[in-house]
């Protein structure tokens, strides 16, 4: 079996070397195709041009080319849950929103005002918090 691909190599070998002996130079332009099932190679139409195909299964034509399957970046969308997504994106834009306290966002000075009456209310919600304990523990 080895003897018999080999002398059809050397043949075809010996074939494109004498064509291109004959002619005397060497084609200008190259097309590399893939084809599918019963398709055939395309014949060059152009004396200045090399076809080279590679043949695959019918059941290849669609599917991404195996060199790169398996390959899943961790940024990739199906890596990461939905809500973190959204999560992330909110962080990162945050800054640039309306009522963001930023000089980026637009309407900064009422969100950087918004942003002081939230820490106003939670310094109360803590200071009554710690009132009512220590009322509680001086009982």
Known sequence: ???IILGMALIVGGLSGAAMAAEGEI????RVMTTYG???CPQ?????EIVVCAHEPETERFRV???FRGQRPDDAPAAQAWGARVESMDQITRFT???????????????????ML??????RRAMKSEEEAWRAGSE
């Open 27 to 30: 084609p200008q332009r190259t």
């Open 38 to 40: 019963d398709e055939r």
């Open 97 to 115: 929103r309306p009522n963001s306290c930023s000089a980026v966002g637009s309407s900064g000075q009422t969100g950087c005002t918004a942003l």
């Open 44 to 48: 060059s139409t152009d004396p200045d």
């Open 118 to 123: 939230q820490q106003w209310f939670a310094d």
């Open 65 to 67: 080319p195996k060199r």
């Open 1 to 3: 079996m080895k003897r």
